[in-house]
């Protein structure tokens, strides 16, 4: 059974920076497609980023490219995102997914495994 434990979330100041872990374990992951999304109060669950294991392919979404960065760490079977200059509308609690035989889709009911979330709260 798959299992996905995020870690790293907080409170951070506007204008900080944090880095986000999901360890992944439970299965074979060469074929997946490791996502992180994110829910505010209120709002649906949004696309943040996404990460392909075997080729480490990687899409953003528009509101955090240029500022944030996912990577995956083979050896430690781990999937990070590092998000700088944040901002209030990032506070939410984000998500680590994963999809197999995934292609970086943005929809969340296109990835079969879900962590808990982590909450990410960024004060100004």
């Known amino acids: 059974q798959v299992q996905l434990i995020e870690s790293g979330g907080g409170l951070v100041q506007a204008g900080g920076s944090l880095r986000l872990s999901c360890a992944a374990s439970?299965?074979?992951?060469?074929?997946?497609?490791m996502g992180w999304f994110r829910q505010a109060p209120g709002k649906e669950r949004e696309f943040v980023a996404a990460?392909?294991?075997?080729?480490?392919?990687?899409w953003y979404w528009p509101s955090v490219k240029g500022r944030s960065t996912i990577s995956r760490d083979n050896a430690k079977n781990t999937v990070s995102l590092e998000m700088n200059s944040l901002q209030s509308e990032d506070t939410a609690i984000y998500y680590c997914?994963?999809?197999?035989?995934?292609?970086?889709?943005?929809?969340?009911?296109?990835?079969?495994?879900w962590g808990q979330g982590t909450q990410v709260t960024v004060s100004s």
């Open positions: 997914a994963a999809d197999q035989y995934g292609t970086g889709s943005v929809v969340p009911k296109d990835y079969e495994y």
């Open positions: 439970g299965g074979t992951f060469s074929d997946y497609t």
């Open positions: 990460i392909t294991w075997k080729y480490a392919n990687k």
